[in-house]
């Protein structure tokens, strides 16, 4: 397969017009002892038909959700996606455009940037959304960071039941920064041990970090968090999921100063773990220390409304050492599938979604409790991700579900030691009452 | 061509004295250099300035500069109608886009800085360059 | 044209979901924290919004319109077959969290891809955890402060050169990553001032951040002493690959001196840009680096009855720790290993080839009015300034750039490099063909014409644009960030002439 577009004559004639004879004349300033001086060790070019045979044959070498029923949650989840959304997204014209620097011919990315924006402030009740992040985890990483530039602190307190990923990656970034990270526990049912988040949180806190609902699926104490974070005058950051918003109350009503999280769930594929979405929002006052691209409503010369990146001064291409971050994209792809997605439910088909994988995974987490030998791991309300103990090892439960075609269970051991054998299980809406059946079936076979 | 009852730093900045006091702004050159202005970011009330201290920022559209105090002293006011207008410094840069008002802490320094025709040269000097 | 929300009617509805055959128990959120007011998202019928998007993509330019001479950008075809194979499900519907049995293609693949980057770029390891170029960036910069530590010069060495034609990522990340950013200026070929690199380099120097060829397009020809400078010092020399295209199958900045790199698998491996992203940052580094990349790894495992098998292996403990979620942007990676296959070892350096022959051919079309910034023989892009043409006129880069619109071609990148007054970085990618080369090379010429004939034109352009110059001041003196019923701008201006009149000059 070539993308290339010169003949041989082609290029004969180009270098006619140079007065080059050969076109490795044009690698003069290449010098000799910095050269390959041998083919790449690569196989041969393919066709495109071998090509598609090729790539054909490692994805069938996979069982993905399409052919396994997913249970799994933890950061990343199996929601519906309807069709409209991969519609749009595959429209050349948004696909193969570069960042939109020219305004007047890149419009459609722009006001598509300028209205996710617009429906993340409304699901997150915060004031102004940026046009999006890498994934969630490089979110709350950011927000850390942000905090530490607004308060001029450099102690973050995390809570652990925060998305150990995002923990890890807080780590990475803070360590850059030479921020300190200090995390606090739960109360072993699963919510933030508020005694010992007061005690962590001191006047040299920027930023208290909350999830809501927490890696346990757990609907956290989040109003309360908030409080003990402004006491002390830091920050409060949640992390939130985009879809139970639609029932719970959002960030920006119960005191958060900064909302992040992974827009993954919003019509964006599994996808083995990428590309994700994250999104980022603010109250207003900290609008000039947001990272990454922020696209603002104008007027053009023929006062026709129209959108143009704003407030560009904050990156790096223009602060350079001093931009708020160093970030450069963002995954406007991404945040245009998402937009898309929320158009397609709307207020009520969002809804409808989280109230059916509530429902369904009450029900699941009921079903599965009254087992013998089963128990859920937290005595907390949850959203549709909950953690199981099981009466067997978590890789017998695990194998014993794969072998009826489920996935689910993932041991939350591997990120708390003290959880071992806890199993994370995520009910969405794209299950069915039947494939909970299933589910309850096969865990009571390998609970036997 | 610059205003004659003012002094002039390398910078760009103007000082004004009033008084005990002195009102800083940047120069007609400078905000044309900037173009569209679109933010100022100005300190605090009660700031001690030592003399080249950056004391605020200056942002237009795609650029960043900033606001060096051309004397030392403490500031005793920051003009709050930029942060609504800060098309002020574009429009009107010697007056109603004046920045801060200071209480110089040795006079003397005022004095060291470049009149209306020095700082006519020194604009001359950096344009040609 | 309006927006989603302005076309939203109370009640219209596309998609929506059966209930669940039993509710949820009352008490299942607690209560007070059960949302009352619903977001406000739009309502629309299913078609309305297909059309919606569909006319906001027609608002837009890209690859699928014509030639995108973005210089660093590397706006190369972004192969269809790439998108076909990323949509197969046993790639798209991977949850990350699967056994590893269930998803031996993904780590396959992904081993493959690691191994052919090597062979690319002549580095040991890769991490493909990266998200983007900046987030490669970040990574590397990490790395080099975990080595310096792991020696005991953690506290020693705060500083890392960076030369001053550089993007502006390089400083912005050598600031995240807790450094001091010292600038090096560069000579008057155009090259990195070999002179002043000595004077800068110290015990103090971490590393030093290059790219080559560099952001002017050229080659620079003292990389071996360079690199040589920064070694001595006892600094790490880092690669920034976002102008690796050039050189695939030629150089490698293994060969070259570079301890590390980061790729732009969404320039270099055609991966599309979708207005701003998703990219992925791939990191490269020499075995000595290896303990210090994120993890966990997609590796090889002993082949177990003779079949290979792949599993994740799990950062080492020097490890800088993670930079993303899970294992990257897996569908970035899928597409960026379809395009290697597809060319071969040998169609690579042929990319290579035909990209410098392009650039060059675009930059002796230009005719008089371009100058290069720096005459030298450009690599796959190259920087001219119109600071005569400027003099002449009156006429800015900007200008120019707005009246390319109007010809129908993307314009180039403006203004960068920041050392270049009136800088146009021009990459036209060797996947144009020569008549849209030319075609290319007319609308500079001819906006040079206008500049002369018809300046006032040039300075109101676009005019046969979507939309006519946006006032970039407005939006960042009166923020509008997002719908308000009632409080955001209007569809139009109010205070403007009316529709169809002749628009005031700007």
């Given at each position: 397969?070539?993308?290339?577009?010169?003949?041989?004559?082609?290029?004969?004639?180009?270098?006619?017009?140079?007065?080059?004879?050969?076109?490795?004349?044009?690698?003069?300033?290449?010098?000799?002892?910095?050269?390959?001086?041998?083919?790449?060790?690569?196989?041969?070019?393919?066709?495109?038909?071998?090509?598609?045979?090729?790539?054909?044959?490692?994805?069938?070498?996979?069982?993905?959700?399409?052919?396994?029923?997913?249970?799994?949650?933890?950061?990343?989840?199996?929601?519906?996606?309807?069709?409209?959304?991969?519609?749009?997204?595959?429209?050349?014209?948004?696909?193969?455009?570069?960042?939109?620097?020219?305004?007047?011919?890149?419009?459609?990315?722009?006001?598509?940037?300028?209205?996710?924006?617009?429906?993340?402030?409304?699901?997150?009740?915060?004031?102004?959304?940026?046009?999006?992040?890498?994934?969630?985890?490089?979110?709350?990483?950011?927000?850390?960071?942000?905090?530490?530039?607004?308060?001029?602190?450099?102690?973050?307190?995390?809570?652990?039941?925060?998305?150990?990923?995002?923990?890890?990656?807080?780590?990475?970034?803070?360590?850059?920064?030479?921020?300190?990270?200090?995390?606090?526990?739960?109360?072993?049912?699963?919510?933030?041990?508020?005694?010992?988040?007061?005690?962590?949180?001191?006047?040299?806190?920027?930023?208290?970090?909350?999830?809501?609902?927490?890696?346990?699926?757990?609907?956290?104490?989040?109003?309360?968090?908030?409080?003990?974070?402004?006491?002390?005058?830091?920050?409060?950051?949640?992390?939130?999921?985009?879809?139970?918003?639609?029932?719970?109350?959002?960030?920006?009503?119960?005191?958060?100063?900064?909302?992040?999280?992974?827009?993954?769930?919003?019509?964006?594929p599994l996808a083995y773990g990428g590309p994700y979405l994250g999104f980022f929002a603010v109250r207003e006052a900290l609008v000039r220390r947001l990272p990454g691209r922020l696209a603002g409503a104008t007027y053009d010369a023929r006062g026709e409304r129209g959108f143009a990146l704003t407030f560009q001064t904050r990156e790096q291409h223009i602060r350079r050492e001093r931009a708020t971050s160093n970030i450069c994209t963002n995954q406007a792809l991404l945040a245009l599938a998402a937009s898309v997605y929320l158009a397609s439910l709307g207020p009520q088909g969002l809804r409808e979604a989280a109230e059916r994988s509530l429902a369904l995974a009450h029900a699941a987490a009921r079903r599965i409790a009254a087992?013998?030998?089963?128990?859920?791991?937290?005595?907390?309300?949850?959203?549709?991700?909950?953690?199981?103990?099981?009466?067997?090892?978590?890789?017998?439960?695990?194998?014993?579900?794969?072998?009826?075609?489920?996935?689910?269970?993932?041991?939350?051991?591997?990120?708390?030691?003290?959880?071992?054998?806890?199993?994370?299980?995520?009910?969405?809406?794209?299950?069915?009452?039947?494939?909970?059946?299933?589910?309850?079936?096969?865990?009571?076979?390998?609970?036997? | 061509?610059?205003?004659?009852?003012?002094?002039?730093?390398?910078?760009?900045?103007?000082?004004?004295?009033?008084?005990?006091?002195?009102?800083?702004?940047?120069?007609?050159?400078?905000?044309?250099?900037?173009?569209?202005?679109?933010?100022?970011?100005?300190?605090?009330?009660?700031?001690?300035?030592?003399?080249?201290?950056?004391?605020?920022v200056v942002e237009s559209v795609k650029s960043v500069a900033d606001l060096y105090a051309p004397v030392g002293g403490t500031v005793v006011a920051v003009n709050e109608a930029l942060a609504s207008a800060p098309e002020a410094v574009n429009r009107s840069p010697y007056e109603e886009g004046w920045m801060i008002r200071i209480r110089p802490s040795a006079p003397g320094e005022l004095e060291e800085l470049m009149d209306g025709a020095a700082y006519e040269r020194h604009v001359q000097a950096e344009a040609g360059a | 044209m309006k927006t989603i929300f302005e076309k939203s009617v109370p009640g219209r509805r596309a998609v929506w979901f059966e209930p669940a055959r039993e509710a949820a128990p009352a008490d299942a959120v607690?209560?007070?924290?059960?949302?009352?007011?619903?977001?406000?998202?739009?309502?629309?019928?299913?078609?309305?919004?297909?059309?919606?998007?569909?006319?906001?993509?027609?608002?837009?330019?890209?690859?699928?319109?014509?030639?995108?001479?973005?210089?660093?950008?590397?706006?190369?075809?972004?192969?269809?077959?790439?998108?076909?194979?990323?949509?197969?499900?046993?790639?798209?519907?991977?949850?990350?969290?699967?056994?590893?049995?269930?998803?031996?293609?993904?780590?396959?693949?992904?081993?493959?891809?690691?191994?052919?980057?090597?062979?690319?770029?002549?580095?040991?390891?890769?991490?493909?955890?990266?998200?983007?170029?900046?987030?490669?960036?970040?990574?590397?910069?990490?790395?080099?402060?975990?080595?310096?530590?792991?020696?005991?010069?953690?506290?020693?060495?705060?500083?890392?050169?960076?030369?001053?034609?550089?993007?502006?990522?390089?400083?912005?990340?050598?600031?995240?990553?807790?450094?001091?950013?010292?600038?090096?200026?560069?000579?008057?070929?155009?090259?990195?001032?070999?002179?002043?690199?000595?004077?800068?380099?110290?015990?103090?120097?971490?590393?030093?951040?290059?790219?080559?060829?560099?952001?002017?397009?050229?080659?620079?020809?003292?990389?071996?002493?360079?690199?040589?400078?920064?070694?001595?010092?006892?600094?790490?020399?880092?690669?920034?690959?976002?102008?690796?295209?050039?050189?695939?199958?030629?150089?490698?900045?293994?060969?070259?001196?570079?301890?590390?790199?980061?790729?732009?698998?969404?320039?270099?491996?055609?991966?599309?840009?979708?207005?701003?992203?998703?990219?992925?940052?791939?990191?490269?580094?020499?075995?000595?680096?290896?303990?210090?990349?994120?993890?966990?790894?997609?590796?090889?495992?002993?082949?177990?009855?003779?079949?290979?098998?792949?599993?994740?292996?799990?950062?080492?403990?020097?490890?800088?720790?993670?930079?993303?979620?899970?294992?990257?942007?897996?569908?970035?990676?899928?597409?960026?290993?379809?395009?290697?296959?597809?060319?071969?070892?040998?169609?690579?350096?042929?990319?290579?080839?035909?990209?410098?022959?392009?650039?060059?051919?675009?930059?002796?079309?230009?005719?008089?009015?371009?100058?290069?910034?720096?005459?030298?023989?450009?690599?796959?892009?190259?920087?001219?300034?119109?600071?005569?043409?400027?003099?002449?006129?009156?006429?800015?880069?900007?200008?120019?750039?707005?009246?390319?619109?109007?010809?129908?071609?993307?314009?180039?990148?403006?203004?960068?490099?920041?050392?270049?007054?009136?800088?146009?970085?021009?990459?036209?990618?060797?996947?144009?063909?020569?008549?849209?080369?030319?075609?290319?090379?007319?609308?500079?010429?001819?906006?040079?014409?206008?500049?002369?004939?018809?300046?006032?034109?040039?300075?109101?352009?676009?005019?046969?644009?979507?939309?006519?110059?946006?006032?970039?001041?407005?939006?960042?003196?009166?923020?509008?960030?997002?719908?308000?019923?009632?409080?955001?701008?209007?569809?139009?201006?109010?205070?403007?002439?009316?529709?169809?009149?002749?628009?005031?000059?700007?």
């Amino acid at each position: 397969m070539s993308y290339l577009a010169h003949t041989a004559d082609d290029r004969r004639r180009m270098l006619e017009r140079l007065d080059v004879a050969d076109v490795s004349d044009l690698f003069a300033d290449v010098p000799e002892s910095v050269r390959l001086g041998r083919p790449l060790r690569l196989p041969p070019g393919l066709s495109e038909a071998a090509l598609v045979r090729r790539m054909a044959s490692l994805a069938e070498a996979n069982r993905g959700t399409d052919r396994l029923v997913c249970f799994l949650g933890g950061g990343a989840t199996d929601r519906f996606i309807p069709a409209l959304v991969r519609e749009v997204v595959g429209r050349a014209e948004f696909l193969t455009a570069y960042t939109p620097y020219q305004a007047e011919i890149s419009q459609g990315t722009l006001q598509a940037i300028w209205e996710f924006q617009s429906m993340m402030a409304e699901l997150t009740g915060m004031d102004v959304a940026q046009a999006s992040m890498y994934d969630g985890a490089s979110a709350v990483a950011e927000a850390a960071l942000l905090a530490a530039s607004a308060t001029g602190r450099s102690r973050v307190v995390a809570l652990r039941s925060v998305d150990p990923q995002s923990r890890a990656v807080l780590r990475t970034y803070a360590a850059g920064r030479g921020l300190e990270v200090v995390e606090v526990g739960d109360r072993g049912d699963g919510r933030a041990d508020l005694d010992a988040l007061a005690a962590a949180v001191d006047d040299a806190t920027c930023a208290v970090i909350v999830a809501d609902p927490n890696f346990f699926g757990v609907i956290e104490a989040a109003p309360e968090v908030a409080e003990v974070a402004h006491r002390h005058g830091a920050l409060c950051v949640a992390q939130v999921d985009p879809v139970a918003l639609a029932v719970l109350t959002p960030p920006g009503e119960w005191g958060a100063d900064v909302a992040v999280g992974e827009g993954q769930p919003l019509g964006i594929p599994l996808a083995y773990g990428g590309p994700y979405l994250g999104f980022f929002a603010v109250r207003e006052a900290l609008v000039r220390r947001l990272p990454g691209r922020l696209a603002g409503a104008t007027y053009d010369a023929r006062g026709e409304r129209g959108f143009a990146l704003t407030f560009q001064t904050r990156e790096q291409h223009i602060r350079r050492e001093r931009a708020t971050s160093n970030i450069c994209t963002n995954q406007a792809l991404l945040a245009l599938a998402a937009s898309v997605y929320l158009a397609s439910l709307g207020p009520q088909g969002l809804r409808e979604a989280a109230e059916r994988s509530l429902a369904l995974a009450h029900a699941a987490a009921r079903r599965i409790a009254a087992l013998p030998g089963y128990r859920l791991a937290n005595e907390a309300p949850f959203f549709d991700e909950f953690a199981v103990r099981a009466p067997v090892p978590a890789e017998r439960v695990q194998a014993t579900l794969l072998r009826h075609g489920l996935l689910g269970g993932s041991d939350l051991g591997e990120d708390y030691p003290e959880r071992r054998g806890e199993l994370l299980f995520a009910v969405t809406e794209a299950r069915t009452e039947e494939e909970v059946d299933r589910l309850v079936a096969a865990l009571e076979e390998a609970g036997a | 061509m610059h205003p004659t009852d003012r002094r002039y730093t390398k910078e760009h900045e103007w000082i004004r004295p009033e008084g005990e006091e002195a009102v800083v702004g940047i120069t007609d050159y400078a905000q044309n250099q900037l173009g569209d202005v679109v933010f100022v970011e100005l300190p605090a009330v009660g700031r001690e300035l030592r003399r080249g201290e950056a004391f605020g920022v200056v942002e237009s559209v795609k650029s960043v500069a900033d606001l060096y105090a051309p004397v030392g002293g403490t500031v005793v006011a920051v003009n709050e109608a930029l942060a609504s207008a800060p098309e002020a410094v574009n429009r009107s840069p010697y007056e109603e886009g004046w920045m801060i008002r200071i209480r110089p802490s040795a006079p003397g320094e005022l004095e060291e800085l470049m009149d209306g025709a020095a700082y006519e040269r020194h604009v001359q000097a950096e344009a040609g360059a | 044209m309006k927006t989603i929300f302005e076309k939203s009617v109370p009640g219209r509805r596309a998609v929506w979901f059966e209930p669940a055959r039993e509710a949820a128990p009352a008490d299942a959120v607690p209560e007070g924290r059960r949302r009352r007011t619903p977001p406000r998202l739009p309502e629309l019928a299913e078609v309305d919004i297909l059309r919606h998007y569909v006319a906001m993509s027609q608002r837009n330019y890209s690859i699928a319109s014509g030639p995108y001479p973005l210089g660093s950008c590397t706006m190369k075809y972004n192969p269809v077959v790439n998108e076909a194979v990323a949509a197969l499900p046993g790639f798209a519907s991977l949850h990350p969290r699967q056994p590893a049995a269930t998803v031996q293609g993904a780590l396959r693949l992904m081993v493959e891809l690691e191994a052919a980057l090597c062979e690319i770029t002549g580095m040991d390891a890769f991490t493909l955890q990266p998200a983007a170029g900046a987030q490669g960036e970040l990574t590397g910069m990490l790395i080099v402060r975990a080595y310096h530590r792991a020696r005991g010069e953690g506290g020693q060495r705060t500083q890392v050169l960076v030369p001053d034609s550089a993007h502006g990522t390089n400083p912005a990340t050598a600031a995240m990553a807790g450094f001091e950013v010292v600038a090096v200026p560069s000579d008057r070929r155009g090259n990195v001032d070999v002179a002043a690199l000595r004077a800068r380099a110290s015990e103090r120097t971490a590393g030093l951040m290059l790219t080559n060829p560099n952001t002017l397009g050229v080659f620079d020809d003292g990389i071996e002493e360079i690199a040589a400078i920064v070694h001595e010092a006892g600094g790490l020399v880092y690669y920034d690959g976002a102008n690796l295209n050039p050189i695939l199958g030629v150089a490698r900045p293994g060969d070259m001196g570079f301890d590390l790199v980061h790729l732009n698998l969404h320039k270099t491996f055609s991966t599309p840009h979708g207005g701003g992203g998703p990219g992925a940052g791939p990191v490269g580094v020499k075995d000595f680096l290896r303990p210090y990349l994120p993890g966990p790894r997609p590796v090889r495992l002993a082949a177990r009855e003779g079949q290979e098998e792949y599993g994740l292996e799990p950062p080492s403990e020097s490890s800088i720790g993670r930079v993303r979620s899970f294992y990257g942007n897996f569908l970035v990676l899928v597409r960026a290993y379809a395009y290697i296959l597809a060319q071969g070892g040998e169609g690579l350096r042929r990319v290579a080839e035909d990209a410098v022959l392009a650039a060059n051919y675009l930059a002796h079309e230009l005719g008089p009015d371009y100058p290069l910034a720096y005459d030298r023989r450009p690599m796959h892009e190259f920087v001219v300034s119109t600071a005569a043409l400027k003099r002449e006129t009156g006429v800015r880069a900007l200008d120019l750039a707005k009246g390319m619109c109007d010809e129908g071609v993307h314009p180039p990148t403006v203004y960068f490099p920041l050392t270049v007054e009136e800088a146009m970085m021009v990459e036209p990618t060797e996947t144009e063909a020569v008549e849209n080369l030319d075609r290319l090379a007319a609308a500079f010429r001819r906006v040079a014409e206008i500049a002369r004939t018809d300046p006032e034109r040039l300075r109101t352009a676009p005019h046969r644009t979507p939309a006519a110059r946006l006032d970039e001041a407005r939006a960042t003196r009166h923020p509008d960030l997002r719908y308000r019923p009632g409080l955001s701008l209007p569809e139009r201006d109010p205070q403007a002439a009316p529709a169809g009149a002749a628009a005031p000059p700007a």
